[in-house]
């Protein structure tokens, strides 16, 4: 079955409201990452984070392996927020890399 | 500055043809990884390379071929190519993922007619 699980889908918010998307893993983690992809295509990296919490201006990801699960909130979101938000797990066990489906985040001024 | 670039970006093929996907990176990195990107599947590893020699099938190998003939450059081959195949193709480079994240290339938009 799917190794990564990404929730919700899709989400719609109002610029300033927060967002929390999660990331669910089947398999023993070695990597998290979560990535931005613009409307044109392009992968942004937003964190490295296999353990804890990290912190970059309105965004914070918390990766909890114990609970196999990784999250990433935004903070008063703005228009230009909006795109699609994956997460990537490596496993411990391969070297590979396995992306969930992604979320796809509209923000609406 | 640290780099993958892929080309061509966009590319039209015939079905039954040939078509190569090149990937270039400056970041010396040992591993690279194919990636085709699917509404509804995500990304999905297609090849990947440990190093100039070495190519490793993903997990979903099959009507793909693949060549790292150096540490910068690794090429994806569809030998006979199929609209199946028509995707956004995404390369990318890294050090193995324990502690560096990884670069991605920009995607080649392939459509198979």
């Known amino acids: 079955g799917q190794q990564v699980q990404q929730s919700p889908a899709s989400l719609v918010l109002q610029e300033g409201e927060n967002a929390e998307l999660q990331c669910n893993f089947s398999t023993s983690l070695n990597s998290m990452q979560w990535f931005y992809q613009r409307p044109g295509g392009s992968l942004v990296s937003l964190f490295y984070n296999p353990s804890g919490t990290k912190h970059s201006g309105r965004l914070t990801s918390t990766t909890v392996i114990k609970e196999r699960r990784s999250s990433l909130h935004i903070s008063s979101s703005q228009t230009t927020d909006s795109g699609t938000y994956l997460c990537a797990l490596a496993s411990s066990n391969t070297n590979k890399v396995v992306f969930g489906t992604g979320t796809r985040l509209q923000v609406l001024p | 500055e640290a780099a993958v670039t892929q080309s061509p970006r966009n590319k039209v093929a015939v079905t039954g043809g040939k078509v190569t996907l090149s990937c270039n990176q400056t970041n010396n990195h040992n591993n690279m990884y194919w990636y085709r990107q699917d509404t509804g599947h995500g990304l999905r590893l297609i090849h990947y390379?440990?190093?100039?020699?070495?190519?490793e099938k993903g997990d979903i190998p099959d009507g793909y071929k693949a060549s790292r003939p150096s540490q910068e450059n690794f090429s994806l081959i569809l030998e006979l190519a199929t609209p199946s195949q028509t995707s956004v193709y995404f390369c990318?480079?890294?050090?193995?993922?324990?502690?560096?994240?990884?670069?991605f290339g920009e995607g080649t938009r392939l459509s198979v007619l």
């Open positions: 390379s440990y190093g100039a020699g070495s190519t």
């Open positions: 990318a480079s890294g050090t193995g993922y324990n502690n560096q994240a990884p670069l």
